[in-house]
C-alpha cells in the first residue's frame, strides 16, 4: 500500500528537550511538506522540499528544523528554541509543487510538552 | 497575505439533510482542494478543482469552483453519521510569481441522528 506514515502518533517532551518527528513516503512524491496545526486555526507550513538535499523555510520555522537526505523521508526536529511546541503536526506530500497536484498527508503526530 | 475564508465555522445537521459549505478567497486561486478531517487524524483527500464553473462528485459529496475561480461550495446531500468531522479547504495561488498553497481554518460538521 502507498502511502505516508507519521510515527510516533504521541509524544512527550520535556521543556529544553529537542525531539524529531519521522515522516516516511512510498508515494515517489518529489515535495514535502510539515505543518503544524492548533485548535481553530488552519495549517500552517514549517517547512517545505522541493527535492532531496533541498528544503526551504515555511511561514512558521523558527524553532524547528529539517533534513532531506532520502526521497522519502523528511523528519523534522522541535528544538528547545520553540516557545510554544505543544500541537498536532501534520506531514504531506505531492508530486510536485504546483496547482495541478494535491498534497497527500499522514496520520500526523501530537507532541505535548509537559 | 491572502487568506482563505471557511464558513460556516461549525455546523450541526439532522441526519438525511443536505448541507453546504462555503471556501473564499478575494483573489483568483489556481487549484481548489478539499479535505476532510477526523479528531487526531490526517487529512483525507477528497476533491480537486481547477477549472471556472467546475463541479465534480464522489458519492453524496459535490464540489464546485465558480466562474471567477474564487469561491467554493461544497455540498453534502442526505447527510450521514460518516459525513461527521473537520472539512478543510485548501488553494494553490502565486504571489509575485511564487507559488504558496493557503488553508482556511476549517468547518465542524456535527451529524444528529
Known amino acids: 500500500d502507498g502511502g505516508i506514515t507519521q510515527s510516533p502518533k504521541y509524544l512527550f517532551r520535556k521543556e529544553g528537550q529537542n525531539v524529531t518527528l519521522s515522516c516516511e513516503q512510498n508515494l515517489n512524491h518529489d515535495a514535502m511538506y510539515w505543518y503544524r496545526q492548533d485548535p481553530g486555526q488552519g495549517l500552517r507550513l514549517i517547512y517545505y522540499?522541493?527535492?532531496?538535499?533541498?528544503?526551504q523555510k515555511g511561514d512558521i520555522a523558527e524553532g524547528y528544523s529539517v533534513s532531506r537526505e532520502k526521497k522519502e523521508s523528511f523528519p523534522l526536529t522541535v528544538t528547545s528554541a520553540q516557545k510554544n511546541p505543544t500541537a498536532f503536526y501534520l506531514c504531506a506530500s505531492s508530486i510536485g509543487q504546483s496547482s495541478q497536484f494535491p498534497q497527500y498527508f499522514g496520520p500526523g503526530t501530537r507532541l505535548t510538552v509537559l | 497575505s491572502q487568506e482563505l475564508e471557511q464558513s460556516p465555522q461549525s455546523l450541526i445537521v439532522q441526519e438525511g439533510k443536505n448541507l453546504t459549505i462555503n471556501c473564499t478567497s478575494s483573489k483568483t486561486l489556481y487549484g481548489l482542494y478539499w479535505y476532510k478531517q477526523k479528531y487526531g487524524e490526517g487529512l483525507i483527500f477528497l476533491m480537486m478543482l481547477q477549472k471556472g464553473g467546475e463541479e465534480k462528485s464522489h458519492e453524496k459529496i459535490t464540489a464546485k469552483l465558480d466562474e471567477k475561480k474564487q469561491q467554493s461550495s461544497l455540498h453534502i446531500t442526505a447527510s450521514q453519521p460518516s459525513h461527521a468531522g473537520i472539512y478543510l479547504c485548501?488553494?494553490?495561488?502565486?504571489?509575485?510569481?511564487?507559488?504558496?498553497?493557503?488553508w482556511g481554518a476549517g468547518t465542524k460538521l456535527i451529524i444528529k441522528p
Open positions: 485548501g488553494a494553490a495561488s502565486y504571489e509575485d510569481s511564487n507559488y504558496q498553497l493557503i
Open positions: 522540499s522541493q527535492i532531496v538535499n533541498d528544503f
